[in-house]
């Protein structure tokens, strides 16, 4: 088995070497990561600068790029070989709920997704890196599960695994999306210079968390594994839509 390995918290960072070692043993491991922290780049392409690629002394390859960048990268030129799955993270935080439009680590797997590579973003509950080992025996069974059940499709994957040190023996839950409220107040503050500058805000708390849910299921002591599409078609409105604007091209 062929695995490409992409994160968005940089090449240097403690989950990507955790998601490494999750898969020692399970095939040839490609690592091709971004060069700094890329966090919320969402699925963002870099097309207005070239892209340089650069290979640690570890091996891994890391990009002056988004995680999405890595991975379009790796799948138009830089393997000469289509990899067998795409596996993102392990991410330092949560990606739940409607976190997930942000995340560059989700963006990554995404990324394989669209080539039609089976993929999955791993990302751990809290921020820190605790338990990291626990989380890395997590992944690694849950790698090898969904091996054992097949790679002839593409699928895309989001796991949420808690900062647990018995996290290896915690219950899986097959979960949907949660919803969050809207982001809290954008900060402002004065430059040294005295310029008003601006940061984003935190995320907004959880709106809906309940049962079935992403973040219902870690705050229980679960790993969360939602299944996701890239179709962003409301579906049930379509009806309306076609009743209220829809024409039939005449004047």
Known sequence: M?????????????????????????????????EQNASATSNSLTLHRPLSVYTASNGYRYVNGTPSDCVHLALTGLLDYK???????INNGANMGDDTLYSGTVAAATEGYLFGVPSIAFSQVEKGWGHLDAATAVMRTLIQDVVAGGLDRAF??????????????????????????????????????????????????????????DFHAT?????????????????ATLGHWRQQLQTDGRP
């Open 156 to 213: 895309l994957l989001s796991v949420n695994i808690p900062n647990r040190a018995d996290a290896a023996s915690l219950p899986r839950r097959i979960t949907r999306l949660g919803r969050r409220h809207a982001s809290e107040a954008t900060i402002q503050q004065r430059s040294p210079r005295g310029d008003m500058i601006y940061w984003i805000g935190p995320a907004g708390a959880e709106r809906e968390a309940g049962e079935g849910t």
């Open 2 to 34: 062929r695995i490409l390995i992409a994160n968005d918290d940089g090449y240097l960072a403690p989950g990507l070497a955790a998601l490494v070692r999750a898969c020692e043993g399970l095939g040839t491991v490609e690592v091709i990561a971004p």
């Open 219 to 235: 705050a229980n002591g679960a790993v969360s594994v939602t299944p996701l599409q890239v179709d962003l078609t409301e579906h």
């Open 83 to 89: 990899p067998d799955l795409v596996l993102s993270g």
